[in-house]
């Protein structure tokens, strides 16, 4: 059986490379058309990524997963502390793209390769480091925890709650998911609810 932390972190890496994915997307179209692209939204998108896949994901795993697995074998130690950096790395990288997108809209066209350019470095980093994740280490967490370890990760990631792997966003988000879920392709943008 699958537990629940295992499938939560794919439906979310999932939600999020749509996310990326569709940025890239929308840069090249606006490209294409010599146009600009909607800051507001696309500022939307880069605030999901930071508070939902920044804030919630990636350090739960850093907190909870990573140790857990450590803690049971010492299988795939020097992996793990390059997942680990990348997550301290993202969080710096997120802001060096917000601030990409901010000189892109604030001096328009000159500004518009550079961004394209961090943005796409940012998606081939979180690209490769989820594919590692799910080809390596959620397949040795399934080996190596307990059904004790489980019960823990099952709760805390339970908790996510992320709206674009379908649940109902917190009332405070209604506005930013509205905003944004129409930018990325379904079925993770406009999935059933899970609530
Ligand atoms: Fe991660
Ligand atoms: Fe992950």
Redesign the pocket.
């Known amino acids: 059986m699958t537990h629940a932390t295992v499938r939560i972190?794919r439906q979310?890496?999932a939600a999020l490379a749509a996310m990326l994915r569709s940025i890239v997307l929308l840069l090249e179209q606006h490209r294409k058309k010599g146009s600009l692209p909607d800051f507001a939204t696309l500022r939307a998108m880069l605030f999901y990524v930071d508070e939902f896949p920044e804030k919630r994901?990636?350090r739960k795993?850093t907190e909870l997963l990573f140790p857990k697995l450590r803690a049971r074998t010492p299988i795939s130690r020097d992996l793990l502390d390059k997942l680990d950096s990348d997550h301290a790395r993202g969080e710096r990288r997120i802001r060096d793209v917000e601030h990409a997108l901010l000189a892109f809209e604030m001096l328009g066209e000159s500004r518009r390769e550079a961004f394209e350019t961090t943005v796409g470095d940012y998606v081939d980093f979180y690209l490769l480091?989820?594919a590692l994740?799910e080809r390596e280490i959620l397949p040795l967490a399934e080996r190596v925890l307990t059904e004790n370890d489980w019960l823990d990760l099952d709760e805390a990631f339970a908790q996510n709650r992320d709206p674009m792997t379908g649940h109902v966003p917190e009332l405070e988000y209604n506005a930013l998911f509205t905003r944004i879920v129409n930018m990325v392709p379904a079925p993770i943008g406009l999935g059933p609810a899970l609530d």
Do not use: G, K, P
Request: net charge negative; charged share 35%.
């Open positions: 972190i979310e890496h994901h990636h795993e480091h989820m994740e």
